[in-house]
C-alpha cells in the first residue's frame, strides 16, 4: 500500500483498526506498552468498537434532549414573571426562584444533558486516540 493512502486510511478509527486487524490476522499481535492480550481474546477490540460505536449514538440523544428541556425553561416561568424581561427567556436558566416545580425539573434535566453530552464527546474522543495507537 502507498504511504500517502495509508494515511487516508489511518484518518478513520474504524478502518484504521480494520486495516489493523487484517494486517496481523484479525488478533493484535501486542498490546500498546507490550503486552500480550489474554488467551483467545482480540485484546479489547469489541469493547473499543462498542466505545466508538455508542458515543456518537449518545451524543446525539443528549444533545436533543437538552435543547428540548432547555427550551422548556421559558414556558414553565412562575405567574407574574415576564419571559422577556432579561432580554432573552433563556436568561431564566440561571434565576431558578423565577421557575415552578416544572421549570426546575426541565433545568435539571438540561443541566444532566449537557454534561452526558460532554462526557460522550470526551470518551469518544479518547477511545479515537487508543483506536490510532492500537492502529500504528
Given at each position: 500500500?502507498?504511504?500517502?493512502?495509508?494515511?487516508?486510511?489511518?484518518?478513520?478509527?474504524?478502518?484504521?483498526?480494520?486495516?489493523?486487524?487484517?494486517?496481523?490476522?484479525?488478533k493484535?499481535?501486542?498490546?500498546?506498552?507490550?503486552?500480550?492480550?489474554?488467551?483467545?481474546?482480540?485484546?479489547?477490540?469489541?469493547?473499543?468498537?462498542?466505545l466508538?460505536?455508542?458515543?456518537?449514538?449518545?451524543?446525539?440523544?443528549?444533545?436533543?434532549?437538552?435543547?428540548?428541556?432547555?427550551?422548556?425553561?421559558?414556558?414553565?416561568?412562575?405567574?407574574g414573571?415576564?419571559?422577556?424581561?432579561?432580554?432573552?427567556?433563556?436568561?431564566?436558566?440561571?434565576?431558578?426562584?423565577?421557575?415552578?416545580?416544572?421549570?426546575?425539573?426541565?433545568?435539571?434535566?438540561?443541566?444532566?444533558?449537557?454534561?452526558?453530552?460532554?462526557?460522550a464527546?470526551?470518551?469518544?474522543?479518547?477511545?479515537?486516540?487508543?483506536?490510532?495507537?492500537?492502529?500504528?
Amino acid at each position: 500500500m502507498h504511504v500517502a493512502s495509508q494515511r487516508m486510511v489511518y484518518q478513520s478509527p474504524f478502518l484504521a483498526l480494520a486495516v489493523h486487524n487484517s494486517l496481523v490476522g484479525g488478533k493484535i499481535a501486542r498490546l500498546p506498552g507490550g503486552i500480550d492480550p489474554p488467551a483467545g481474546s482480540r485484546g479489547g477490540l469489541e469493547r473499543l468498537y462498542c466505545l466508538l460505536g455508542y458515543c456518537p449514538c449518545i451524543c446525539v440523544i443528549a444533545w436533543v434532549s437538552g435543547v428540548w428541556y432547555t427550551i422548556r425553561v421559558p414556558f414553565n416561568l412562575k405567574p407574574g414573571v415576564d419571559a422577556w424581561a432579561m432580554g432573552n427567556p433563556f436568561n431564566y436558566l440561571f434565576k431558578p426562584e423565577a421557575l415552578t416545580s416544572k421549570g426546575l425539573v426541565a433545568r435539571r434535566r438540561a443541566g444532566v444533558s449537557l454534561l452526558v453530552f460532554v462526557a460522550a464527546l470526551v470518551v469518544g474522543g479518547i477511545a479515537g486516540y487508543v483506536a490510532k495507537l492500537v492502529a500504528e
